[in-house]
């Protein structure tokens, strides 16, 4: 097939340059089999550099005017059209696809570029039933046998569909120029009428695709004439959901002698075809005359069923001279009335198309005003004022704000847990320094707690005078045969106030608690780590020992302040006086007095 050759044809420069990128890495490994690391890397460098080479060309869009064009999901997809107005066979596979998930402005369209087919104009586009795959049937320069070539949008693979039946006379070589085309809904099969066959007649030929079908199994079936319609080039089709129709309308009936349409068919009268005719064995379509002020005959306007059902239509040529007017059909009391859009291209425009966007935007695709392209290859109409806007908009956030909301999201989580763990290390460090409060203190340690003053310097001396005479005073106390000292003595290498204490059995008493209390006791100097009372009986309550801590914790502190400020030498004299004269106690437990 023609068709076969001029796919491949297409494609054969790119694989030469491929298989040449490969020779060289062939080359490479046969000279230098001892380096494959820094071959490899090579190879990757080169296939690079020519994947780049050969894509760098088609990343630059081309303007074009009478491309086929359609929606499948959330994306735009355009292909082919003409590159120079000027030349009725610049045809180009330039294929294109835009996201309808995010907004953006049109002077600064987010393309991304397909890998094309057959260079092809003036053929219409449309959607399959699953609106997976992206239909392109008819053109000006099809010489082959495939009516359609069908794009996989999943699979990114293009394949054709099969011939068409019937009378091989009429449809030869499927030279069928600017047919209408239109996806039924409600059936899945893809509506083709009218256009120009191979030998330059207009027609009213109609054929149907069943989309239903796998992309290579998708079968026309050829219905002949549809007689209760005019033959018509480039016609109007568009599905009508609300009605369940195929509406047919425009489009020209008479053409020169240098191929160019001479006159077109009114707006006043219009033609539906059911879905259930469609696939009958003789379909017929229903004339209906409209009310309303009617639009003037024009060729290859665009037009688009909007969300209400109701059918836009903007501009087209008179033949040759761009239009600019918008025209809306109610198609619920076939009424035209013409619609006023703000900004509209004030020159015209032609040879564009137009489809449904989200959010009740129109988007207009390509199109020329005379003999120059539009200032923009897309444009979008808002319903909600009905202005030509350089804007697509879609709801929520743009993906700039976004992206700010997210990093300051992370930014302020972030701030929160570091806040959080720097609060936990600080209980923690103080929770620490409050149980080591309770052992030794180095002198340093001491001294960085102390306030300046002569006052409170002077305070803690005499409070620390008026201890250590309290002590002093306090008489040795009898229990049952053995003696209990409480006193305070300083160690000279540390300066800190100690309890004697011995281990004793039976009652003890002491004037500073205030209290007699029965069992055995174990000393533990006050200077050591634990600072408690180790092994009471039960006798001992707890809430006892929290007291006993805190008291000898609290004089410790007093005792060693005054110590300090070097007023306390000659209680260390008294207190080394009164060790040597320490009362006697049980030899068996002088060993547990430090």
Known sequence: MVLSRIAVGTASSVAHKGASTAAISTSFNTRTSSRPALLSLLAVVLAFTATFLNTAEANTYQPVS??????????????????????????????????????????????????????????????????????????????????????????RTWSQTTDLPGDTTIMQNYHRDSPGMSLDQTNGMLIQFGGMNATNNITNDLTLLDTSKASNAMTWSYSGSLDSVPALYAPILLYIPNNKQTLIMGGCDLMDSTGTPSHCAAFDTLYTLSSDSAVSATPKASRISVNGTVPSARLMPCAVVMSDGNVLMLGGGDPTNALADAWILNTQSWTWFQRNITDFPVDGIMGHSCQLGPNDQILVIGGHSGVNFVQTPLSIIKIKN??????????????????????????????????????????????????????????????????????????????????????????????????????????????????????????????????????????????????????????????????????????????????????????HERVEHTRGEETQIRPDLKSEIP
Not at 99 to 118: K, M, Q, R, V
Not at 139 to 154: C, E, K, T, Y
């Open 386 to 571: 009905w202005s030509w806007a350089c804007h697509y908009w879609v709801p929520g956030f743009s993906t700039g704000i976004k992206v700010g909301l997210a990093m300051t999201t992370v930014i302020v989580v972030g701030a929160i847990i570091a806040g959080l763990w720097i609060r936990w290390r600080r209980n923690k460090m103080a929770a620490l320094e409050k149980v080591q409060g309770h052992g030794v203190k180095s002198k340093n340690s001491i001294r960085s707690k102390r306030t300046g003053g002569s006052g409170g310097s002077g305070r803690r001396k005499r409070s620390s005078k008026a201890r250590q005479q309290s002590l002093e005073q306090q008489e040795p106390v009898e229990l049952e045969g053995i003696q209990y000292h409480s006193h305070a003595y300083t160690r000279e290498d540390q300066h800190t106030p100690e309890w004697d204490m011995t281990l004793t059995h039976g009652v003890y008493e002491t004037p500073e608690r205030g209290g007699i209390y029965a069992g055995d006791f174990a000393s533990s100097p006050v200077g050591s780590c634990s600072s408690t009372i180790v092994g009471p009986t039960s006798s001992v309550m707890e809430e006892d020992r929290r007291a006993w801590r805190e008291q000898e914790y609290e004089h410790r502190l007093e005792s060693s302040r005054g110590m300090q400020q070097g007023h306390m030498q000659g209680e």
């Open 66 to 155: 009478y491309s086929a064009t359609a929606v499948l999901g959330s994306r735009l997809y355009i292909y082919g059209g003409l590159t120079n107005i000027s030349s009725s066979t610049s045809y180009t596979s330039q294929f294109a696809t835009l996201s309808l998930t995010n907004a953006f402005d049109t002077d600064d369209l987010p393309w991304e570029f397909l890998p094309g087919n057959i260079t092809t104009a003036m053929a219409p586009g449309a959607g399959s039933r699953d609106q997976r795959r992206f239909i392109v049937g008819g053109s000006r320069n099809n010489v082959g046998h495939a009516p359609a070539i069908v794009f996989d949008s999943s699979l």
